[in-house]
């Protein structure tokens, strides 16, 4: 079933409409000046130019005019409560423009939401009511819904902490020193001696702007490489964080 028409995306496609006859109309309005002004025996052009003109431009008025009655239907995703708005009631599954979360769509209602434990992790996660299997956000594994433990209906659903992260590069083992190497080649997509260059600098930055549990997962696994990091958060809303 297709997607659903999001409304911004239903206005923005007349306003590029109008946009386009805009441009049109404004060319054949310079056209018909010049074939007015300096035609000579093709003066008689300026005329079909200037009915060009004015139906270019009556469309791309009428394009914008069009925007006022695209119907609205706002909907709440079951994940992140933020609003989205389509052109007519919803029929199937959609994307949050928000979260970017698939939310889930039955007989034209959106299905609830229920939180779930990873059995590998402990972490919680959120997922559709009529789902099986969820992906862990927190260490990547999958795991079965059914049977796995769920928090109280009444309980709010967790919400993800909205400060950036950055990964911090601390070091390795030195009984793992070549594996971390070879590792960070791969990982940061460097040549040996950039990553070697890099480890006389410590501590640097590697990644910059990760939710936490992304960088929470990144530190785990490159411990397991003999790779030391640490996650900070980024305080200042204005600072742009640079990796090395």
Not at 34 to 43: A, D, I, P
Not at 83 to 88: D, I, K, S
Not at 162 to 191: N, W
Request: proline letters at 7%.
């Amino acid at each position: 079933m297709e997607e659903p028409i999001k409304r911004s995306d239903a206005v923005e496609k007349e306003y590029t409409q109008a946009v386009i006859y805009g441009i049109v109309g404004l060319v054949a309005l310079l056209l018909t000046w010049l074939f007015w002004r300096y035609g000579g025996m093709f003066h008689s052009f300026s005329w079909g130019f200037g009915l060009i003109w004015l139906g270019a431009w009556a469309y791309a008025g009428w394009s914008l005019y069009k925007t006022r009655d695209i119907p609205a239907y706002p909907v709440s995703c079951p994940y992140c409560q933020k609003e989205n708005v389509f052109t007519a009631p919803l029929q199937s599954d959609f994307t949050c423009d928000h979260c970017l979360r698939r939310v889930p769509v039955e007989n034209g209602r959106v299905l609830e939401v229920i939180a779930v434990r990873c059995p590998h992790c402990g972490a919680t996660e959120q997922v559709s009511s009529k789902a099986t299997v969820a992906i862990c956000e927190h260490c990547q594994r999958e795991f079965s819904v059914v049977g796995v433990g769920r928090t109280q209906p009444s309980m709010p659903l967790p919400q993800d902490d909205p400060t950036p992260y950055e990964l911090v590069l601390l070091g390795v083992d030195r009984l793992k020193e070549e594996q971390a190497i070879a590792h960070l080649e791969s990982f940061l997509t460097l040549t040996r001696p950039d990553v070697k260059k890099l480890l006389q600098s410590v501590p640097v930055v590697i990644l910059t702007n990760l939710p936490r549990r992304k960088a929470e997962m990144l530190v785990k696994d490159l411990q397991q490489w003999g790779i030391h990091t640490e996650m900070r958060a980024i305080e200042d809303p204005n600072r742009v964080p640079t990796p090395w």
